[in-house]
C-alpha cells in the first residue's frame, strides 16, 4: 500500500553543517511531494513541493528533488541555523488524503 | 487573515467524558481534515471532509465523530474519551481535491485520565 519511509530520527548537528534528510515513497503513478515542517509548539506548515518528476522545490535554502527512478524526495541544506530545528515530515498526494512520514526530529546546536 | 484555528489548545478530561475540538479556516478551502499526532507515528488521518456537507473516515475513526457545519467549520467529537485518545490534534484545510498542499491549525492538546 501507499507508504512514506523517512530516515529515522532524531539528528543532531552543529551550526553550519549539511543536512540531509532521507526520504522515499511507495505510490502508484506519480504523486506530488511535500516536505513539511513542524517548529516547537506549533503545526505544519509547508516547506517545499514538486508536482512532477525532475521538478526541484526549494524554500528557506532546503532544496528536493523528485526522484521518479529511486521513488524519492530527500531534503538537503548546504548550512543549517539553530533556527532549523523541527521536526520534517516527507509526504506524498494519496488518491484522497495526503500520506505522511513518521517524522524526523533534527536539532541544531551552536 | 487568520488561517486555520482551533479550539481550545489544551484540555484534560476524564475517562468517560466527552468533548468537541472545534476547527475554523478563513480561505474559503473545500476540503478540511482532522489527524492526531502521536509519538513516532507521524499524523494519522481521522475524517476529512470534500466539501460542505460530506465526511468520511480515515485511517483511525472509532471513538470519534465529525460535523462539517458549513464551508468554514469542521468539527471533532469525542463521545466516551479513553486514554488512548490522549493525542495532539490537527485539523488542516486545503483549497480544492483530497491530496493537495494542507494547511494546518496549531493544535489541540489532549490528556485524558
Known amino acids: 500500500g501507499d507508504s512514506v519511509t523517512q530516515m529515522e530520527g532524531p539528528v543532531t548537528l552543529s551550526e553550519e553543517a549539511c543536512l540531509t534528510i532521507?526520504?522515499?515513497?511507495?505510490?502508484?503513478?506519480?504523486?506530488?511531494l511535500f516536505w513539511y515542517v513542524q517548529y516547537p509548539g506549533e503545526g505544519l506548515q509547508l516547506l517545499l513541493k514538486?508536482?512532477?518528476?525532475?521538478d526541484k522545490g526549494s524554500n528557506k535554502g532546503f532544496e528536493a528533488t523528485y526522484r521518479k527512478e529511486t521513488t524519492s524526495f530527500h531534503l538537503e541544506k548546504g548550512s543549517v541555523q539553530v533556527s532549523d530545528s523541527a521536526v520534517y515530515f516527507c509526504a506524498f498526494q494519496g488518491a484522497q488524503k495526503l500520506v505522511f512520514g513518521q517524522g524526523t526530529r533534527l536539532t541544531i546546536n551552536p | 487573515n487568520a488561517g486555520v484555528t482551533q479550539t481550545p489548545k489544551f484540555q484534560v478530561l476524564k475517562t468517560g467524558q466527552s468533548m468537541t475540538l472545534q476547527c475554523a479556516q478563513d480561505m474559503n478551502h473545500n476540503s478540511m481534515y482532522w489527524y492526531r499526532q502521536d509519538p513516532g507515528m507521524g499524523l494519522r488521518l481521522i475524517y476529512y471532509s470534500a466539501s460542505e456537507g460530506t465526511t468520511d473516515k480515515g485511517e483511525v475513526p472509532n471513538g470519534y465523530n465529525v460535523s462539517r457545519l458549513n464551508k468554514r467549520e469542521f468539527s471533532l467529537r469525542l463521545e466516551s474519551a479513553a486514554p488512548s485518545q490522549t493525542s495532539v490534534y490537527f485539523c488542516a484545510s486545503s483549497p480544492g481535491g483530497l491530496g493537495e498542499t494542507q494547511y494546518f491549525g496549531p493544535g489541540t492538546r489532549l490528556l485524558v485520565l
Open positions: 514538486a508536482t512532477k518528476a525532475d
Open positions: 532521507n526520504c522515499t515513497y511507495t505510490a502508484t503513478g506519480y504523486p506530488s
